[in-house]
């Protein structure tokens, strides 16, 4: 079992910066791959950042792409999502995912990870 618990969200104003940790329990996650998930009011939980685990592969959503960026520290157990020149469309709970289970790329699935932090709150002001 695995347990991740996010932190480091809160409420900025547009253009912002914003780092997201995600600190793993239980065991450890340096042979497993990690994600990050965004879901705003109303709307289906949706991909935002991968990373492999070593960390010498990543992938984004086009929406993100360019402004975030996913890092990981096994010697810590943590993963970390920097987002930068932040928009109100990037308001949301952003929820850490842990070991990607599926070959089938790109891993934007959220039912190929296995286990799921409580999630931070992001809220971004015009």
């Known amino acids: 079992q695995v347990q991740l618990v996010e932190s480091g969200g809160g409420l900025v104003q547009a253009g912002d910066s914003l780092r997201l940790s995600c600190a793993a329990s239980g065991r450890t996650i340096g042979s497993v791959a990690m994600g990050w998930f965004r879901q705003a009011p109303g709307k289906e939980r949706e991909f935002v950042a991968f990373?492999?685990?070593?960390?010498?592969?990543?992938y984004y959503a086009d929406i993100v792409r360019g402004r975030f960026a996913i890092s990981r520290d096994n010697a810590k157990n943590t993963v970390y999502l920097q987002m930068n020149d932040l928009k109100p469309e990037d308001t949301a709970v952003y929820y850490c995912?842990?070991?990607?289970?599926?070959?089938?790329?790109?891993?934007?699935?959220?039912?190929?990870?296995?286990?799921w932090g409580q999630g931070t709150q992001v809220t971004v002001s015009s």
């Open positions: 995912a842990a070991e990607w289970r599926s070959g089938r790329w790109p891993p934007v699935n959220r039912d190929h990870y296995a286990y």
């Open positions: 990373i492999s685990w070593s960390g010498s592969s990543t």
